[in-house]
């Protein structure tokens, strides 16, 4: 079962804005788009909207964008996508959600999960937060992208245990995916997408 | 690779090397040293928050990242094994980069507010940030601002001890602090709280910072979130230099830095100047407040002399024609062997040397004795206890010992740098402690087994301990039956019964004393206090010889004070070992013939009339005999008293002309530790005052009685450094040694065992006049078990009148987190509250009876 290196099912947890949300268990290897869109698993987005992107492995893995997700659910597939596996909560969420937002429940999530140990993922996720929070309210300033990036290097690989990693690499891939949003955000001090509801 | 947690380096039992680069150069480090320490062994330098060489590494700062070829991310040199074949680089752009980085997320918080700061000048944080940091920030948002009360403010003084100000704006989460309390001294009084960049240093609930090592954590803080009221404010580093010193409160002989204005003549702090070998860099808080002494305002200035019953303000001049009358008229009229001295022991070699030298050649008696504290002294100093005393020790042999032995020791005040060994022997090489002691105590924390014995059985228990050893098989004697005669007991489970201890224990003991690869056995003050000390130390003796302690270890009685090994070496004794004396006796070209008179002795001849003088060096009988009626009644019959100290006492009270002495930061001086390691203190400050150096003040004295001492300064050098070469080691006996011991009776009035010792925040009689060490603790107590105080019905803080036949005192109640059974517990280190007056010098065990005071 599953594929030549990934052998065996997967239990995958589906959420966000899905028409079927819930827990399928199927083979490794199993097409990501499948999982989304078959009527016998997620069904399709909610309201039938587009989808904008997917968090495949849970809130710490980079994302993978609309066009991306004709991919096998397995290690070695979705590194090569750019992401990872990761623990199988797969977030969906469609073209009305802001990005920034999105990376705001993120970092805040690793912010307050953050141990305090060691240096980078202490001050760091703090700091994040605070520059995220702020461009979402619209008032991030010209090179807080770059800040961010910048300080998402400094964490990454540089951190005690693997937290560090998971609360910068869904903002990298954020920030590489949709650059767009982020610079509209600072320009015009709010969201490119509508976006008027929450998950 | 994986992050390993850091075996303490310096004393690895592993003796595989391997050998890595960095920076191009060939490193070779025995197995386990981590890359940090690897590069410090050939002078890399890699900057560090978190890292300390006591302390296992915990990779928390990320300061100390370096590159190894091969992979991929920055490692953490700290808490990274060094390999053979790596290759580290220290400084290359990446680790750079890094280094730059963390230093900005340590920043982002930190208030910056160095000139306000007490660390400013002396900071780590502030040091590296030069060295390696950004000189802007891009952090543009409200810094973190801890609340207290209410009130957010870059002055987070938090006061959290009765020395240790806290302010956690200023942390930098290194941990160091929460850390060592945790693994060096086994204290829980200082905690980390929250979690994320709101984690916060604090004191834990309910508690105060005020363990006996607490002033580590500030000097191992690296910023200025921890500062302590002694040094605070006062000044700033850049305006003191160093000045090298020892302890002269603990027999270990800490080594210590003085800090001094560069042109006030006046000490600032004390800070410690690791020794691995001695201390590990820890200091406990009476080394590191104690020097405050110093500079109390109660310090005498000038001599006195007494006129009419009142002692009157005089110059040396005058003191000394005092002297120079009184003690000939003396040795005119009565002999020399009507003369006496006493000298403490924590005195430097040149002053105990040439005490004894005017003692034995000016006067001409054997009247002359360092051990004030003690009773029933020994007539010779060639017993069983004197081997104990003698036999080699090493410090630094605790840590590898795999079986330690403490017995008859509150460790923790009376040897508190070879308690902190004993910690680090449990937390790095998982040596087994065993306490034997007739009282719990906090010291033996790190014990696996603590057998409290009845008061008074010592002896009892170390039989016990021998005959486990033949029942169980676990040692072969040749004669087996002396063994039981020379204990008198049959079976070891005669001797369990008599100690009230269970077979059981003893035989886990026994066995572990047999199996061990090495023993450390340390026999502390309640030996030295017993009356029977002889006894006591001859069941030593005799289990020395059953197991085989010396042969695979150490055992000893370890000397109390500061110079008592030296008071030793250099014969400062009324009948110093055979060995000694010949060398005095070369030295001086004669011995006096006159019966040698110990401190008991002297006392008792005091009383008879028949020793009317007395020279006192920096002691105060009055408060440390243990038997003040016996001391008083003694030193009131004298016609002359002289006593030399820093402060006023009882004893001085009495004297006929008081003379002040210098401190032993006012001139340069040699002590010898307890290993017999001599030690130099340097002169950090001139004289106080018109305080003169011991030695000076003897030599004065024997000038004036018609005797130049020495014929110089070199000369007094070369019979010092002679005596020291000396080899005063004595012989174990060679075979059993009878110990007699007999169950003492005791009145069915008083009943409750009494233990004197030292409070953990002061030693002696002089730690009073330290205000530091006051805060922590500024009056005596008594310490009682929950159980007794049940029994009496007294609550924490009741005042209890404390009764023995001799005496009574009244002290507050401090009920005991260990104390398990009826022994009390009160300090003898304050003067207002004299626990000697309750003490009778012929007791073996004191008892007294405790009832309430109804106010
Ligand atoms: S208080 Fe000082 S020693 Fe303790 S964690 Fe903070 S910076 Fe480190
Ligand atoms: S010194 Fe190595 S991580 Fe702190």
Redesign the pocket.
Known sequence: MGTEKSTGTKVFSLSGHIKRPGNYEVELGFNLKKLIYDPEYGGGILNDKKLKGVIPGGASTPLLTEDMIDVGLDYEALVDAGSMLGSGAVIVFHEETCIVWVMLKLIHFFRHESCGKCTPCRQGTAWLEQLIHRIEQGNGKPGDIEKIDDICGNILGRTICPLGDAAVMPIQSAIKLYRDEWDYHIVHKKCLVKSDFAF | MAEVAKKEGSTSRDTKTVTLTIDGRSVTVPKGTTVLEAALSVGVQIPT??WHPKLKSIGACRMCYVEIEKMPKLQVSCATEAADGMIVHTDSDLVKRGRRAVLEFILLNHPLDCPTCDKGGDCDLQNLTFAHGYDDSRFDFQKRRFIEDGVESTFDDLRIGPEII?N?N?????????RANKEAFGEYDLG?FERGNVTE?NAAPGQQVDNPFSGN?VE????G??TNTDWRYKIRVWLTQTVASVCPYTSSGSNILFFKEKHQNRVYRVTGRRNDDIDDGWLPDITRYGYQIIHSEDRLRTPLIKKEGNQETATWDEALAVIEKRLGEIKDKKGCVCIGGLIDPSLDNATLHSFSKLIRRTLGSNNVDFRIDYRMLPKTSSDNYSILTSRPFRIADIDNSDVIITFGSDLLKEHPNEYLRIRKACNFHDSRVFSLNPYAVKSADVAELELVYGIGADEAIIAALCLAGVEEKLVSIPNPDQLKEATGFALMTEAAAVCGVEPDQIKIVARALAKARKVTLIAGELVTRSRDRENIASALCNLNRVFGIEEKGQIAVLSRYANSMGARKLGVLPDPPAVVKSELTKLWGGWPDTEPRNTDSMLVNMKKEEINGLIVMGADPIMLYPDREFACEGLEKLDFLIVCDLFESETTALADVVLPICSWAEYPGEYVNLEGRVQQANQAIKPLYESRPGYEIVELIADRLGQKLFESDEVRRIEIEKLLEVDNGLSWPDSFVNTGWTNEEHDDEFTVPLAVGDDPHHCGHRTEKASSLVNFCGEAYIEISPGLAANYQIEEGDSVRVESPVGKIIVPVRISDFLDNDVVFIPRNFSSTPVTSLLMRKCRVDRVKISKVVS
């Open positions: 928050f978190c806290l956690r200023r942390c930098i989460h290194c941990y160091k602090c929460v980390a240093i954590l191992i803080c690296p910023v979130a921890l």
